[in-house]
């Protein structure tokens, strides 16, 4: 049974350009949630998509958006990279409520430069 | 979602057991106490959770005081694969909300 899947697992870019990151949910879940884990420290929630929707959204700056795609896998777009943006990226997928937690993927390392 | 709080580190002997305390004073009545773990690089893991019932699965067992303030997350016997993060989370699953990380325990099993 495949878990989350997230793509590309590295990736580096420079200031100012624009990121996609890839996230395909554990079969059976229908909900996708994106965390930013800076080095050092534990997860922090960006947003959560369910139904094609955005639910809902942590504290994060509207150059953070995403979307989810009708197969409930999901993206994450960030714009106008800074270098406060590296970070690992983590995707995580459940059901909704999530009575049996959360499955987070491995992560994508974003590193700007 | 109620405050936890946890040690920053702690180190165990492999293959004794590792038991992990978690303070959630604030908890209310319907947040369950979840654990996830976090090893190096990795995306964090599910590993149990409860209401106000001791839990037992086949990763480990976890204790919750009466007054459900407090709870201690027990691995039988801990291997150097269990050196990681671990992560309290007071949590109730009906709201959808998402989970809110604090700094966990990092967890050093010695061989």
């Known amino acids: 049974d495949a878990g989350v899947t997230q793509s590309p697992t590295h990736l580096i870019k420079t200031r100012g350009q624009q990121v996609t990151l890839r996230c395909s949910p554990k079969?059976?879940?229908?909900?996708v949630s994106w965390y930013q884990q800076a080095l050092g420290q534990g997860p922090q929630f960006i947003f959560q998509?369910?139904?094609?929707?955005?639910?809902q959204r942590g504290n994060f700056p509207d150059r953070f958006s995403g979307h989810q795609f009708p197969n409930y896998s999901s993206e994450l777009n960030v714009n106008a990279l800074l270098l406060g943006d590296s970070a690992l990226y983590l995707c995580?997928?459940?059901?909704?409520?999530?009575?049996?937690?959360?499955?987070f993927g491995s992560g994508t390392r974003l590193t700007v430069v | 979602d109620a405050k936890t709080t946890q040690p920053p580190s702690m180190d165990c002997a492999e293959g004794r057991a590792a038991n992990l305390p978690c303070n959630h004073s604030t908890i209310s009545g319907n947040e369950y106490v979840y654990w996830y773990r976090q090893i190096h690089s990795q995306g964090p893991q599910y590993i149990i959770h409860g209401l106000k019932n001791n839990e037992t699965n086949e990763m480990a067992s976890l204790i919750i005081t009466e007054d459900r303030k407090s709870s201690t997350l027990i691995l039988p016997h801990a291997t150097l694969r269990d050196t990681a993060v671990y992560y309290c989370i007071a949590y109730f699953s009906g709201s959808a909300r998402q989970l809110t990380f604090g700094s966990g325990t990092q967890l050093t099993v010695l061989p």
């Open positions: 998509y369910y139904e094609e929707e955005e639910r």
């Open positions: 995580a997928s459940s059901e909704l409520p999530p009575n049996y937690g959360y499955t």
């Open positions: 079969s059976g879940h229908d909900t």
